[in-house]
């Protein structure tokens, strides 16, 4: 059974071992990563976010302080745009300083899985190309969003 520590208590430690070119294993809680991630099952190890691309799984820390581990679908305008492989909902307007690390690798159960697999490329191409162009731009979905609404009135 693992001990359940809270991420603020612990990110010192993780921002350490990371900054010293290392990894750390974390398992998330929740879950807005499925299929990818099972809760009390699964962990990601945690690596430094030198590069970020669209289809990193990242870990924020949102303006509430609350820590999140969700996918990047598309960069725009200096903002990142997330959401949880399990989810509908995008968030937008995450700033880049707002990134504390990435994915590097996970376990489903205690088998390890690399990025790099042509399996895990295509469902992490799969997770991003789900959102359309519309969704993942904030301006235009509103004024999408403002048409419907005229044309339903």
């Known amino acids: ?11 010192p430690l993780i921002a350490d071992v ?11 809680r929740g879950k807005s990563m499925e299929p990818m991630l099972h809760e009390g099952r699964d962990s990601v190890l945690l690596g430094a976010a030198d590069t ?5 799984v990242l870990l924020y820390r949102r303006e509430n302080g609350a820590f ?6 598309e960069r725009r305008d ?7 492989d399990n989810q509908r909902e995008l968030e937008h307007g995450i700033a880049e300083h707002q990134v504390l690390a990435k994915v590097v690798g ?11 697999t042509e ?23 509103a004024l999408l ?9």
């Open 52 to 56: 970020i691309e669209v289809g990193d």
């Open 78 to 84: 200096g903002t990142l745009t997330m959401c949880g």
């Open 119 to 141: 399996m895990y490329q295509k469902y992490m191409r799969e997770c991003v190309r789900r959102f359309p162009f519309y969704r993942r731009n904030p301006k235009l979905l």
């Open 1 to 11: 059974m693992h001990e359940t520590v809270a991420l603020a208590d612990l990110y």
């Open 68 to 73: 999140v581990l969700h996918r990047l679908i």
């Open 106 to 116: 996970y376990y489903a159960g205690e088998e390890y899985r690399a990025l790099n």
């Open 145 to 153: 969003r403002k048409v419907k609404h005229t044309i339903v009135k």
């Open 18 to 28: 990371i900054a010293e070119g290392g990894s750390f294993r974390l398992y998330p």
